[in-house]
Structure formats: C-alpha cells, structure tokens
C-alpha cells in the first residue's frame, strides 16, 4: 500500500508567539511514524503540508490512504483542510473527518453545542474586541484562552485571572497575540482527563488517561487559583 504522511515540520519564527508551532510536529516523529508504516510493508511519501500543492499533489499521485497528522496550514477551520481536500478526492485518510476537525477547533461553537446536547461544560463568554461588559453570570476565577487553538497554545498560569483588570488585560494580550476571539471561561480546578476513540466499522474506547502536569510547575503549564 502506498501511504502519504501528510504533516507540519516543527520550526521557529521569532516574529510569532513562543508557542506559535507548539501542535507542529518534530522530525523525530514524522520519522518514527514513517518507520512504523514501512515496518508494514507500506511505501511512505513524505508531505509537508506548507511546502506542498496539496491539491495537485494528490489529485496526480496515487495514493491509497494518507495518515494525517498536519494541522493545516491558516484559518479557523485549518485542521480539517486536509481531510477536505481528501474527500473530495476520494482518498481515505486517518483520524477525524472534515465536520468533526473544523468544529472542535473552535471551542466556543463546541461549547454551544454541548450545552444544547445537556453536557455539562463551564459557563463562558467569547469576547472579540476586549471591550465587552463582562456577564454578570461569570464567577471568578475566569481562565482566558485563544477560541480557535488547540495544545493549550496561549495558556499558561498568567492566563487564570482573579478580578477584572486581570481579566480585560489577558483578553487583549490574546485578541492582539492570535489574532482572534478570547474564550473565557469559569476555571475549573481537578485532574485532566483524555479518551481516545478508534472506530474502523467499529467504535473501539479506549481507558481512560490522565494527563500529569504535576512536573510541569517551572513552564508555567501546571497552575491553580491565585497560584
């Protein structure tokens, strides 16, 4: 089988955010996963998503499935790029579909959704300009987060506020530094949690896995209430 591992190259740009290509992928990976699937048998492309034609490439190479890890490449729906340009195309690729990536990116349409479906998700606010009144529903502490990122990229202790200059400071640092909306939401203190799902004709869940940032204090990615 031949497989195209389509994917973004971790790299640096001082003109961007610190964590800017955090969810990029390093070469370790890419080749630890290209070594995994030539195990296989399968023949490996390699795709760099920013570097690439994507639609020529794939329209003009046979290629039976692409194991996906890219990101995209801009935009608010950039995660589900690939696997949009892929089922218009026909071709079979990993991971979640196309409705499923651009939703989920954007956290505030995720968090309407799950309060329609009556799952419980904190209260929140998506705030655009950083000059909206806060909703007098809101309690702190409030914790602030770019709406449309994921990896936890422009989060960090700073990002858990106490009161309202704290608040409207980090709104603007996040509507300035990502160029989008600022989600804020009612911090939630406990335990992080994570389930993977496979589903191949059939759903397979897997345990569940806790994610521990209790080594993590220095970074600033471990942080509590006025901590």
């Known amino acids: 089988m031949k497989v195209a591992l389509t994917f973004n190259l971790k790299k640096e740009d001082d003109a961007k955010p610190a964590d800017y ?90 968090k309407k ?23 007098p529903d809101l309690k702190f502490p409030l914790i602030v987060k770019p709406n449309c990122e994921g990896s936890a990229k422009g989060i960090n202790k700073s990002n858990v506020v106490n009161n309202r200059g704290e608040l409207y400071k980090k709104v603007k640092e996040i509507i300035g530094g990502y160029k989008q909306e600022a989600l804020v939401e009612e911090f939630i203190e406990g335990k992080e949690l994570t389930v993977g799902i496979l589903e191949n004709g059939q759903a397979t869940i897997l345990p569940v896995l806790e994610i521990d940032f209790s080594e993590c204090a220095k970074s600033g990615e471990y942080f509590i209430p006025g901590g």
């Open 21 to 110: 290509f955090s969810e990029f992928d390093s070469k370790v990976t890419i080749d630890a996963i290209t070594e995994a699937l030539r195990l296989k048998g399968h023949s490996v492309d390699l795709v760099d998503v920013e570097n690439s034609d994507l639609f020529s490439y794939f329209k003009k190479t046979p290629i039976d499935m692409v194991f996906n890890i890219a990101e995209g490449t801009h935009g608010k729906f950039r995660e589900s790029q690939i696997p949009a340009i892929l089922d218009y195309l026909n071709i079979p690729y990993t991971g979640s579909n196309t409705f499923s990536l651009a939703l989920a990116l954007n956290k505030a349409l995720t």
């Open 113 to 135: 959704i799950l309060k329609a479906e009556n799952i419980p998700t904190p209260n929140f606010q998506l705030f655009a300009k950083g000059t909206e009144e806060l909703s």
